[in-house]
């Protein structure tokens, strides 16, 4: 309810009253004020729409001055036509600070992980919360529309203390919350920069009729998932070694990750299998490691599992595979040293 609150006090400043908003949201009035009240996010979209047209503000009074109805929708106009998830998100804080300057929007990347970053020099609105969390939600959320993909967050830092109904941000930010930290920003895989824009004018009119369910509600479809499982299965394989393991890395329900897998055409235990196929046959030609060594490197509780996974891969047994290749690797040495006699 503190963001309805923060409605509620736009209206107060431009002088104007909430109640046809409240109503359009079936939101009573008497329970704006109650700390434990809580709205859906069907609701919360009802309300900032009205208001947002009410007040002819799409910012809700976060700025000294309104950003009139559209505003937002030509942000992401503009940066439509970029090649890159990147280049549009850079586009985007650009132009921001053409409309109001009263925050600073910064994409950065370092060590893999790229960073949104949000700053306000200015003394702070009583809407201040309600800001930050608006506008990254805002910019995830597009940036999620643009690539057709759900991107997930690493983390989510904000810079002011944690509000009572801090809860709520594990709905907004799926991802690990941080409050009191140095600046508000969101954090993400740097390698979803690099995909590029799905969408096209058509689309881009469809969303303006409803844009709104970006900022409260989160992305299905992520077009890196498979590539990000795969690297946990081989980099962590002690922590991703089960359903409940991999999806807490991925901040994830195990329900949501099958799901998801399943809507890409994949499955965990399909990609666990390649993973560990690949990571066998790595260690069957690089070392001398005898089948019980290598069942415990690829994650195998014994070695007679090792041992039909492998010849259900390949049909063939580990020994089998790594004598054939080495005769084959011999056959190819002996024919080039032929030819270079020759």
Known sequence: MAFVQAIAWAYSRRGLNPAAALAAAQIPPDRISDPEARISALQMERISGHAMRELDDEALGWFDRRLPW?????????????????????????????????????????????????????????????????????????????????????????????????????????????FSAAQTAIRFDARYLDLPLRRDEAAMNQLLKNALPLMVQSYRRDRLLLERVRQLLRGRPQDAHNAEGLAALLHVSPRTLHRQLHELGSSLQALKDAVRRERAIELLLRTQKPNKQLAEAIGFTSEKSFIRAFRGWTGQTPAEYRQQQRELAAGGTRLDASRSIS
């Open 70 to 178: 559209g505003s937002y929708g030509m942000l992401a106009r503009a940066s439509l036509g970029a090649p890159t998830l990147g280049l549009a998100l850079k586009r985007w804080c650009r132009h921001h600070g053409l409309l109001a300057d009263e925050i600073e929007l910064q994409l950065t990347q370092a060590d893999g992980v790229a960073q949104i970053a949000l700053a306000d020099p200015r003394v702070p609105l009583p809407t201040r919360e309600f800001c930050h969390v608006s506008v990254l939600r805002n910019i995830h959320g597009l940036a999620c529309w643009y690539t057709d993909s759900r991107i997930p967050l690493l983390e989510a830092r904000f810079s002011f203390a944690a509000p009572p109904h801090r809860d709520s941000y594990a709905v907004l930010f799926p991802a690990p919350v941080r």
